[in-house]
């Protein structure tokens, strides 16, 4: 591994020798490793329907942000990072395993922070879930009980630093063990809550009353005993946690914003993947320039246009979405410039002219701008899109017409909780970059997320969670 120092920081030469981090000062937090599963006491009726993948993502999400919302407000409005890659890979460990909100926060960086921040907030207006009635606690409160339960240390911690390009790090931990101390018997009761509250809301989004979601996160939900105080997590050996998954070197990707580093989870994931089991990791080396547009409207039609191509040039090797990449604004170039395209072109090859034979795509129509409380957004407006001059699909919202059936399809056809969570009426996010326009995939996640927990939440407290299933 490379130890080296990008120059656009503070100085650090790579690697920390057998350091040792106390345990922090917790804003009413501590520390817990990955949560034991949920062992059911019993099979429930045929009468339970089944989850669909869905009703799993949108609970898993929201679940994140009513845990979340406790400490919104501080964690938005405090964005201290660290003067390290290595600090900033250190602050994201310890508060990662302690549930210290607050300082996760903190560390992660701003672009990819904000992609919950508008979630945020509304989950805090809503007082964060569960049914204090049924002795059933909230997320917010369960999480907040689990900070409070233990401190966390990190001990003979060291790592490995490469310079992927201007102002990323990839820092790969070599050793290190997180160390949580407390009360064994508060902390086995903060994960017994904690996993009734996830219970709780993972019942209401399966279409459970309220007095039905209640019991069943009481009887699916043993109380946690095999977790004892003080617990040892080795970060060079994290598969002992779960022996049946690889062995996985964590790496963590950290990014300058301001003068400060920040931990990317996007590209940390990344970045962990690919060196699964002592593999090396296929990075780039560059950031691919933007090509903005001259108008918001002009933006989408080129993303879109460009979306398009590259995918069907993928499908004959010839080409490694470049335009497309090129379409977006930093924070996602970054991302896919660094990871996607490497891994496109060992996959394909480098790409290249199309040949005399490959199908000539061809758009016609404008986007154009939809409402929205102050960020710039477009959907398509009849937009066509032809094959050889042939067309075959007509876009118009949400929706498309399928030009050799006449058949129209729509999002809030195929599932009603679109237009239930207000998503009908949203498009793609525009921000301006280099003079023009390009498309935020961040920023589009967070006004989606936005508006569904908002609308969710209502729906929630109205009792009408029937209405996301038809």
């Not at 509304?122 to 999480?143: L, R, W, Y």
């Not at 946690?241 to 990707?253: E, G, H, N, Q, Y």
């Not at 929205?372 to 042939?390: A, C, F, N, R, Y």
Request: with cysteine; net charge negative.
């Amino acid at each position: 591994m490379n130890n080296q120092s990008t120059g656009n920081g503070p100085g650090y030469d790579g690697q920390h020798p057998q350091q040792s981090w106390p345990a922090q000062p917790q804003p009413a937090m501590g520390g817990m490793p990955p949560l034991p599963e949920i062992h059911p006491q019993h099979q429930h009726t045929a009468k339970r329907r089944r989850r669909t993948g869905w009703i799993v993502g949108l609970s898993a999400a929201v679940v994140v942000l009513l845990a979340l919302g406790a400490w919104g407000v501080l964690a938005l409005t405090s964005r201290s990072g660290a003067d390290t890659p290595e600090n900033a890979a250190v602050k994201l460990l310890r508060s990662a395993a302690g549930f210290d909100i607050v300082t996760l926060s903190q560390v992660v960086s701003p672009s990819e922070l904000g992609v919950v921040a508008g979630p945020i907030q509304e989950v805090m207006k809503s007082g964060g879930g569960g049914n204090p009635g049924a002795d059933i606690p909230g997320v917010q409160s369960a999480v907040q009980e689990l900070n409070a339960a233990a401190n966390v240390s990190l001990e003979n911690f060291q790592s490995d630093t490469t310079e992927i390009t201007d102002g990323v790090v990839a820092v790969r931990i070599r050793s290190g063990q997180l160390i949580i101390e407390g009360d064994t018997a508060r902390y086995q009761q903060a994960l017994t809550d904690m996993q009734r509250a996830v219970a709780y809301e993972s019942a209401l989004m399966d279409g459970a009353t309220e007095e039905e979601a209640a019991e069943r996160a009481k009887n699916d939900v043993e109380p946690v005993t095999d977790v004892t105080l003080p617990k040892t997590i080795d970060l060079e050996h994290l598969d002992e946690l779960d022996p049946s998954a690889p062995d996985v070197k964590l790496s963590l990707v950290a990014v300058q914003e301001d003068g400060r580093w920040y931990i990317s989870p996007v590209m940390s994931l990344f970045e962990t993947l690919s060196t699964v089991t002592g593999g090396t990791a296929m990075r780039g080396d560059e950031v691919l320039p933007a090509h903005p547009a001259k108008t918001p409207e002009a933006a989408g039609l080129q993303f879109l246009e460009n979306l398009l191509t590259d995918s069907m040039a993928v499908t004959q090797g010839r080409s490694t979405f470049e335009n497309t990449i090129g379409s977006l604004a930093v924070p996602e170039r970054r991302v896919l410039s660094l990871y996607l395209l490497p891994l496109i072109e060992q996959t394909l090859g480098s790409g290249g002219p199309s040949g005399p034979g490959a199908p000539r795509l061809k758009l016609s129509g404008d986007f154009e701008r939809v409402k929205s409380t102050g960020d710039i957004m477009v959907l398509p407006e009849k937009v066509t899109v032809s094959i050889d001059g042939q067309p075959q699909l007509t876009l118009s919202g949400t929706c498309a017409l399928v030009a050799s059936s006449g058949q129209e399809s729509c999002l809030e056809d195929a599932w009603p909780g679109f237009e239930a969570l207000g998503l009908d009426e949203l498009g793609l996010v525009i921000v301006k970059e280099d003079g023009g326009y390009v498309v935020s995939i961040y920023d589009t996640v967070r006004v989606w997320l936005q508006t569904a927990s908002e609308n969710y939440l209502k729906l929630r407290d109205a009792g009408e969670l029937d209405r996301l299933r038809g």
